[in-house]
């Protein structure tokens, strides 16, 4: 899942841009990536348990097209005699089963813009540092380390580095600066405003002005506030936390000053006196 932060209501304790363009941090459950227009950009880390699933059925496939493969090679080496030992048969056999996994994973790994068929199918995908495509030379890289994790078999080395570092990043990841993170549907401030006016949230009406300038607060502010208010039912307890605070960093900004307590308490408090506010200008206009 990816979060994204304007630069007005980002965390005061975001490290600013670094000379290449990208700044990045992570925390216990996401990356996070500030872009070059200071929007920070949150993503959920894939677990152990997502990308073993990924693998099992990138495996599984593997193995189908291997068979076929050896099952032709096999026709034709009985018409064509090399005359080669079984020892140089098997080093063949082997480095060549090597090739195609890399090859296999290299090529889906480029062209579908850091997936295989099992990553897209689990809804995982492998991106650079700072967020960016995996690209071809990361992404051999990876996977030609990938013999290295393999040790001393079935991904030994691998699983015991994946297990050990907080992002389950095995050695090929590591050499390669890559990171897997979740292919999930985005909830943003910005899919947030793109909802039905006519539709307003629930808001208790207030009787008099107790927030502390309050004219601060612009209109395109309350209306990402309204549309929190009108949809924070149909997200995740988590989300919904999240977007809060997001909302209230960015109103401490327009106020002036920290905003302490229950969040989302606030933020009904400050939609019933803007309303009251804009009441009142009206009133006063006419």
Same mark, same amino acid.
């Given at each position: 899942?990816?979060?994204?932060?304007?630069?007005?209501?980002?965390?005061?304790?975001?490290a600013?841009?670094?000379?290449?363009?990208?700044?990045?941090?992570?925390?216990?459950?996401?990356?996070?990536?500030?872009?070059?227009?200071?929007?920070?950009?949150?993503?959920?880390?894939?677990? !152990?348990?997502?990308?073993?699933?990924?693998?099992?059925?990138?495996?599984?496939?593997?193995?189908?097209?291997?068979?076929?493969?050896?099952?032709?090679?096999?026709? !034709?080496?009985?018409?064509?005699?090399?005359?080669?030992?079984?020892?140089?048969?098997?080093?063949?056999?082997?480095?060549?089963?090597?090739?195609?996994?890399?090859?296999?994973?290299?090529?889906?790994?480029?062209?579908?813009?850091?997936?295989?068929?099992?990553?897209?199918?689990?809804?995982?995908?492998?991106?650079r540092?700072?967020?960016?495509?995996?690209?071809?030379?990361?992404s051999?890289?990876?996977?030609?380390?990938?013999?290295?994790?393999?040790?001393? !078999?079935?991904?030994?080395?691998g699983?015991?580095v994946?297990?050990?570092?907080?992002?389950?990043? &095995?050695?090929?990841?590591?050499?390669?600066?890559?990171?897997?993170?979740?292919? &999930?549907?985005?909830?943003?401030? $910005?899919?947030?405003a793109?909802?039905?006016?006519?539709?307003?949230?629930?808001?208790?009406a207030?009787?008099?002005?107790?927030?502390?300038?309050?004219?601060?607060?612009?209109?395109?502010?309350?209306?990402?506030?309204?549309?929190?208010?009108?949809? &924070?039912?149909?997200?995740?307890?988590?989300?919904?936390?999240?977007?809060?605070?997001?909302?209230? $960093?960015?109103?401490?900004?327009?106020?002036?000053?920290?905003?302490?307590?229950?969040?989302?308490?606030?933020?009904?408090?400050?939609?019933?006196?803007?309303?009251?506010?804009?009441?009142?200008?009206?009133?006063?206009?006419?």
């Amino acid at each position: 899942m990816i979060i994204i932060v304007p630069e007005r209501e980002r965390p005061a304790n975001v490290a600013p841009t670094t000379r290449h363009g990208y700044n990045s941090m992570l925390d216990d459950d996401r990356y996070t990536v500030e872009t070059p227009e200071q929007i920070d950009l949150l993503y959920d880390v894939a677990g !152990i348990g997502s990308r073993f699933l990924a693998a099992l059925i990138d495996h599984v496939l593997l193995a189908v097209i291997l068979a076929l493969l050896c099952s032709l090679i096999a026709v !034709i080496a009985d018409r064509v005699q090399l005359g080669l030992g079984s020892a140089t048969v098997f080093s063949i056999f082997g480095i060549g089963i090597f090739l195609f996994l890399c090859a296999y994973y290299i090529f889906f790994e480029t062209t579908w813009n850091g997936q295989t068929p099992g990553k897209r199918l689990i809804g995982i995908r492998m991106v650079r540092a700072g967020g960016r495509p995996i690209g071809f030379l990361a992404s051999t890289i990876r996977n030609f380390i990938r013999l290295a994790d393999f040790l001393p !078999i079935l991904y030994g080395v691998g699983a015991l580095v994946m297990f050990v570092d907080r992002r389950s990043r &095995r050695l090929g990841d590591l050499a390669a600066g890559a990171l897997a993170i979740q292919e &999930r549907r985005p909830v943003t401030i $910005e899919m947030l405003a793109e909802v039905e006016a006519e539709q307003a949230p629930v808001v208790p009406a207030a009787d008099q002005l107790t927030i502390p300038n309050l004219d601060a607060v612009q209109p395109e502010d309350y209306r990402l506030l309204e549309t929190f208010l009108r949809r &924070r039912g149909s997200l995740g307890a988590a989300t919904r936390q999240r977007v809060a605070s997001v909302l209230v $960093e960015g109103l401490q900004t327009r106020l002036g000053y920290p905003i302490q307590g229950d969040r989302e308490t606030f933020l009904l408090r400050l939609a019933a006196e803007y309303q009251l506010l804009r009441k009142n200008a009206a009133a006063a206009r006419s």
